[in-house]
């Protein structure tokens, strides 16, 4: 792997690490309300009356001016509109397809190196999907509460630190992955490893090591830009660097979501889906905690590009929610379409296309009806049925519920079952 690769054994920093990108992922589902609402209500300070066409002052007037001036008005209104739907279309489908092609060689290091230290592989179990829907909702309505206890302000304070913190991880990574490839071999030179080991003055060193970590120069020069980064969005918050963030976020989590299967995979989707509904339109909740929230969990473009350029002010969002979850069930059918057939990208590419449209649907409803749709709706049956009508329609639908990462990536003669499966053993 090109990336930093790292293999933590004490399990107090495992949990601490898993509670975190728990936190991370609720934050990534409850935005995924803001850009469903953001985009059809231009920022968090204006109505959706706003998305309506508008019309200048002298648009009733009986002369050739008006109608001109309105008629230019409204062309420059649905220039502006479709190049933010298309800034923000190239932006989702970016991450997915870049973090697809990683994913396969993160997974495949993950279960080769838990069948060389005989340890569980870290997957994603039916109970954790089951589950996940339930957390979120929780996290979503205790940070509605802080929101109402102490206003946004603080909360904002918090959540943007612990945030750019885990940043700045990924975007050493993305860094580190463009630097590699246009940098020369003579430059990257020979890859450092660097390991932690706990002495005991009785037992001598553990045979596992804390933290055993793999990095190059390409991931050394990638820190202070990566650094330098993060202390420009902190002063300024400007969306270009907010991008960034977001976009390295979205591939970082993509790469490593490990959707074991197809089941799970459609369980993640099903409960995320009922999930968004009823947060948006059942509730305010996830409506005012991504309105309140200012944190790079979003992609964004300005709406008033053509006229500010980089510092246009009126932002359309898409949260992260609705790039990182479809995009890894589209990750994980990369992974079978390579196991049946190397170089195949059969069901990736009609999922991948299903996905786009389901996209410019979202858009197609928020703009015509001028209200907030969350993304979900549209995302979780386009990802799910596409791979299911392909499979039933070429005979193979058994063959991809039968598959699974752990049984195309684990070595022959290693144990192939993940946690779940034996504890019900």
């Known amino acids: 792997m090109d990336a930093i690769t790292s293999t933590m054994r004490s399990r107090a920093v495992t949990r601490a690490v898993a509670g975190g990108l728990l936190l991370l992922l609720a934050a990534f589902c409850f935005a995924s309300a803001a850009g469903g609402d953001s985009a059809a209500t231009v920022d968090a300070t204006t109505t959706p009356d706003a998305t309506k066409l508008p019309v200048p002052d002298n ?108 940043g700045v991880a990924a975007v050493i990574r993305v860094f580190a992955r463009v630097l590699t490839a246009v940098l020369p071999a003579r430059l990257l030179g020979h890859p450092y490893h ?41 002063i300024t918050k400007h969306w270009v660097a907010n991008n960034v963030f977001a976009l390295s976020f979205a591939v970082t989590g993509i790469e490593f979501m490990p959707l074991n299967n197809f089941k799970i995979a459609a369980i993640l989707l099903g409960g995320l889906f009922i999930y968004d509904i009823f947060w948006v339109f059942g509730t305010d909740v996830m409506v005012t905690v991504a309105k309140s929230l200012d944190a790079p969990i979003k992609i964004v473009f300005p709406r008033d590009f053509m006229e500010k350029f980089f510092g246009g002010q009126q932002h359309a969002i898409l949260g992260l929610g609705d790039i990182v979850l479809p995009g890894a069930v589209l990750a994980f059918l990369l992974r079978f379409d390579q196991s049946r057939k190397p170089g195949s990208c059969l069901y990736f590419l009609a999922t991948y296309i299903a996905y786009i449209l389901g996209l410019v649907a979202t858009y197609i409803v928020m703009h015509v009806f001028h209200a907030a749709q969350p993304a979900l709706l549209y995302l979780s049956p386009a990802c799910i049925g596409a791979p299911v009508l392909l499979a039933l329609a070429r005979g193979e639908f058994n063959q991809l519920l039968s598959y699974s990462d752990e049984g195309a990536f684990t070595p022959a003669g290693a144990d192939s079952k993940t946690g779940s499966e034996k504890k019900k053993e």
């Open 194 to 234: 660097l390991t932690l080991i706990h002495e005991h003055p009785e037992a001598g060193p553990t045979s596992e090591p804390m933290l055993d970590v793999k990095f190059t120069n390409a991931h050394v020069a990638a820190i202070p830009l990566a650094l330098a980064l993060s202390v420009f969005y902190l």
């Open 59 to 166: 648009a009733d007037t009986d002369n050739g001016a008006g109608d001109a001036d309105a008629s230019k008005a409204q062309t420059g209104f649905l220039t502006a509109t479709l190049l933010t739907d298309v800034a923000l279309l190239i932006m989702a489908i970016t991450p997915i397809y870049f973090g697809a092609w990683e994913s396969i060689s993160a997974i495949q290091f993950e279960f080769v190196q838990a069948a060389e230290m005989k340890r569980e592989a870290d997957t994603l179990s039916q109970s954790d999907v089951l589950q996940f829907p339930i957390y979120a909702s929780c996290m979503l309505v205790g940070l509605y509460a802080l929101i109402k206890l102490i206003g946004p302000e603080y909360v904002n304070m918090l959540l943007t630190a612990y945030i750019t913190i885990l």
